[in-house]
């Protein structure tokens, strides 16, 4: 039985990962922290009354390790980063969900979020957890940078494609479109009900922060260096993201042929579902599954992508890598 | 043509409110204020770009008096009774769209609202401005209080029946479902799309602040002391207000009977229709009209009522109001 | 491993029943039919994508016999007594899903469902399968009638307060709001999104099927004549039931008492929450939880009860059966 | 005052244009029709209750000539080209909203609608009608016919900068997303609530039969031929459209430039809107106004645009049509 810890416990992606570790049959949740709220859980998150008889506490890292094995770290950027090196003094092992630790280059860090990275020597050597692509890297590990929602939707649509030399890696389109869930609990005029629902729009077009996140992991995994231009747009729905991507075609390969070579890439991945059908986000809902599909569509390949950006883009990919990391099943907990 | 004037404009209701009197016949809106914020109306109403070239200002009552014949005041409960008395020193004709001057005793106020009533004197003399009922009362008024949408709901589907005798004035059950733009703009985690959508529940349960409102009006409009229990439910979608209505009849009139007092209660009134089918929300969304119907069931009357929230309950009633203050026909503005 | 086949399974309630039972220890699926549909289920349903390798097809009782142990019949009204006899004689055990073994008296089937019943000995003898109060007469069973979402929502809420006598059994008042997915899958105009969406409205006003039935429970679980004034709402979301309750309270129990009472009768129900705060549907969505609370105002006892109605309100109390007529624990496959 | 009919009154498009009509200062609406539906609008429209006092009538062409001078047919395609050659026989003006007179070539009609079109000699000469771009050629004609939705929605933000040179005709991508209500109100399961709730989705890639309409009318209006990858998806929302449009810069034009070419191009146009912001489908919903921005990003072009998908995309546009046909305001019944 391995002891966990949430910090940072009072938002989406943490009640989610509560969900997965309570029906987890090696986990045992074992603290929890919140920085500004106290309480039993299940004053913040009622659909937990009954499943968890935790408060929110604000704890330190050493009385976090002394709770738990394992800590999945669910605090905004920057605040990630002030706590995981004492975290991982302290004895923890870490999953970060933060996107602090993802990117490669300090500088590409501090250009995109505006911040100087204050560990910067934990960057590049830091897996990131993204299993379909990574596996090998995170068993052993003391720390894994979860990747973000937009990001694992866009790379293991293209990952296959571009590593297999089928599509040109500049110039690829990825048009994104996310559940209000992704924007977090923070209370926003922009999100709130009365804005958000029947509305569709485009935001942070050409400078949203998965880009250099997209574009880093995507090179690493084709060997060439990839550029897109990403669109994501704000849905009215709770959750789930679908990408629609549009490249250039290096060669003739009909759609029969990328369909095939998506299936081989992804041969033996429990978690991916290369499909015929144009993919719906509600068939992934709540659910770890990444689906897609191929179209040829007049000298360009599309990819349609789909997976829950609570679960497969957050909470549950960082299970996946749990479980790597301990030497469990890799779906143990996230079958449902 | 009058010159009128929004304070408070940055709100759903203001946005309403501008709405209906740009295309008013008689009408040109002349000011607009925002304690907090400036810059063109477009810019906090993107809808409006290209229909008003104004900018909010933070506006004294002399200077909204030199600008504006009428206000239509949509500040919040306390800064509206703050306001008004300069508004109408200054010389201009309000409406007020807030709590403030509905209710006719101070110590009802100070007991719902938890504020003591700065500007006492008003209360009681303060016509309230619900048309159906008290259309006469208004002409020639400097301050009409606008009332309530759950409470314009509840009155008008149970004044004919109550008036008429034809329930008892007690016990009655007015179980109201509202959409969430009623909770107005501001920032608020339970009003963020990711915890309205997909979700209803009950809130305010026996001590929501319209019951006293409810029960003087319709006291007032029956001659009878009148009790409610009234439960509000935050219901997933923009706009509009159902009530559901259990109240005990006195004698044995048929549902074709109360459907035919309702009907002649309300003859010549142009925003009622009282009507055979169930009425859905949709029915009157962005209209000013109220529908309702009745139904007799094991022993008990139900009254089955709809409006806009932010139009009947609302700005379309403040500007029907206006109409009627100003000698204009009192559809004028209304009817699209 | 119990062998289970789905009797109808391209419904909404039969899909949730497939998510529950794929995760179920102890259960293999092991066939599917449908009257009108063949090929594969993930064509049907493409979230079980490869997750269950079986066709839909129309088998007979015999063929469905020889694959399964047990079938849970998801036939609509009429359909499913049409069959179930058939699958009895067959040797199966049958849960049923329909309304057609609910009722204990033939002439009350025929007069709220316009048909004359075809198997009236079984009616009376079947047990109602809400386990929270029938537990005991499940096991050794070979047909349960699953109960109504509605109704269990209804039942849960008032047994406590009925049969601990705080409640008067007559005059009740169930003021109902679920959301669209109880209407099922069949391709009605009333059920289009564009119907639906952005709007409330209440139906089968004083006529819904589910009256009976949540009287003939409350009447035996309670010992008295129970009748009640049932008002269901279609709600714009996918799924959860909202039940808002008026009792007259029979003596002066204060809230915390009838709160109180609640816990002790549902004492060790695995998937009751009896809570302090107002439920919201979210709270149970996609769980087996039924959450209540009480609430006392201005003489009436109020219950605002919450469950969700494709799974405590169908599958999930199916499977709930279902492990009670197999031994297994309660809550096997359940708890997610 | 002119006498208008209606050929098919009880779809969402229909309905959006009598509530345009009922408001039209110059308007009567004469005659309502209906293959399948008789008896009183309201009972299929509920909200136009008290509004307008006709029946649902299924008419010939000579007894609509009779009663109104004006036809708007809201006929489906196929139905609509044997429709149309009667009413224009019988004397009436006829705008059409099907697809039935857009194309210009019979065999391009035929290859995408799958229907041998019986009324070619029309094709060609029915002048187009979207005004932005060719109000000239509407007044004194007999026949129009109305755009496509999303064929607007491209068009108009795709000819500025096609005729004005600033990007290649090639190779551009239209990812739009609509709201639900472009699906009409037939009963299928695609398009119930519980399919398209809480769920975004792709559909006719490769093969939408926009995609020759928004080729032919940008190829006419740029003097260049243009050919587009359009990928529709269908949106958890009741209207709207929002294009995500990316194209190939010809030059090295800056954003401002690019948009100061497009307030130029649309310079008195009063339903566009060329904006700063990125446009949210809300700012448009329920007017007849067109919303855009440019961004260029890394490369490309990007045009932002959005239209109430039943009103500037159907019914608004018609009326729009209408008055430069009847020679009166452009603007008159749609400034709301």
New interface residues.
Partial sequence: MIRVAIQGATG?TALELL?IL??HPEVRVAALTSRTETGHVSEVH??L??RLDLKLENLSAEQLAERADVCFCCLPHVASMESIPKLLSAGLKVIDLSADYRLNDPAVYEQWYGHVHTDPTRLGSTPYGLPELFAARIPGQSLIANPGCYTSTAILALAPLLAGGYVEPT?I?I?A?S???G?G?A???N?????????????S??NHRHTPEIEQVLSQASGQKV?V?F?P?L??????I?A?I?ATPTGTATQAELLAAMRTYYAGKPFV?I?E???????????N?F?ATV?V????V?V?A?LDNLIKGAAGVAVQNFNLLCGFEETAGL??
């Fill in positions: 989406y969900r309570l029906r009622p659909s009354t009954g110039g389109i048009d479109k559940g209000v869930s924007a609990r209370p926003k005029v999100f709130l009900y009365s804005e958000c629902n029947e509305s569709i729009s485009a935001y077009v050409g550029d231009i669109t747009h849905t009215p729905m709770d959750r789930g679908l629609t549009y579902r499909v059908h144009l993919p719906k986000t509600k068939d992934v809902s709540g659910t599954y689906d179209r569509v007049r000298g360009k599309l349609l789909v079958l449902v």
